[in-house]
């Protein structure tokens, strides 16, 4: 029986079985659209059709939500529909779907995953993974253990909301070039790594298909890597923190 992980992102809620001995999907993934008002009844109900395409109605699930979640709570929702903000994701997904859940933080799945399956795996110290998508997620992970809701695409640089200038949407919303956007992400990461002193910075969410494009341009101090799981890391998290419980 293997955990399944749910990840409900801007665009797609995306759900797999995960098999915890390699971090790999036991089963093809599932994928609905994002509903375009994400309210949390609406994806509670996609979340139920994706679950119900998997045969086994047994297994813990883990549920990613875009914003910070505390005990289950989901406190802040930058982008995605703000009725989310108070929900008890804990309790309106458990009884969507009939099982218990856990709910946490999309960032904090990937840097999890990283941490367990990827590139973080055996590194020591304070490591930063972070998602650059829609937003700019963050994930601490020290010595193999995530501390949770660290929101660091909402640090102020500049007068600006960090993501609203360097997440992968504000390259595409102003077409920027790859050397531009590096630019913008070098400013971002020398005030990360001046506040916080990570010994390793890890660069995932889908734009890390393209790393060959814009890491090198990224001028900072710190040892900086892509991650290696990618748009497969939220499910692979979530599944395994799921196993956790
Ligand atoms: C949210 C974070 C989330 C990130 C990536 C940010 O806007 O505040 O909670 O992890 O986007 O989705």
Redesign the pocket.
């Known amino acids: 029986m293997h955990p399944i992980g749910i990840d409900f992102?801007?665009s797609g809620i995306k759900a797999a079985p995960v098999d915890l001995s390699t971090g790999e999907f036991a089963a093809e993934r599932e994928r609905i659209e994002t509903p375009e008002k994400s309210t949390p009844d609406a994806v509670a109900e996609v979340m139920a059709e994706l679950l119900s395409r998997f045969d086994d109605q047994l297994s813990p699930v883990g549920v990613t939500?875009?914003?910070?979640v505390r005990h289950g709570v989901v406190s802040?929702a930058?982008?995605i529909h703000k009725s989310w903000i108070g929900t008890d994701a804990h309790a309106l997904l458990t009884k969507a779907l009939g099982r218990e859940v856990v709910a946490l933080?999309?960032?904090?799945a990937a840097g999890l995953a990283e941490a367990r399956y990827g590139v973080a795996v055996n590194r020591p110290g304070l490591v930063l993974v972070t998602?650059l998508?829609?937003?700019?997620?963050?994930a601490f992970v020290y010595d193999g253990v995530l501390v949770p809701?660290s929101?660091l695409?909402?640090l102020e640089i500049d007068g600006h909301d960090a993501?609203s200038r360097a997440a992968n949407s504000a390259r595409k919303r102003e077409d920027l070039s790859w050397e531009e956007w590096a630019e913008r992400l070098t400013t971002y990461y020398r005030t990360v790594e001046a506040l916080f002193s990570p010994d390793l910075i890890v660069v995932g969410g889908g734009v890390s298909k393209h790393a060959t494009e814009f890491m090198h341009l990224i001028d900072i101090d710190t040892e900086i890597i892509s991650a290696t799981l990618r748009n497969t890391a939220g499910i692979v998290g979530a599944a395994a923190l799921a196993a956790d419980q």
Do not use: F, Q
């Open positions: 992102g801007g939500v875009p914003g910070v802040s930058a982008n933080n999309d960032a904090d998602t998508g829609t937003g700019i997620g963050s809701n929101e695409g909402h993501e």
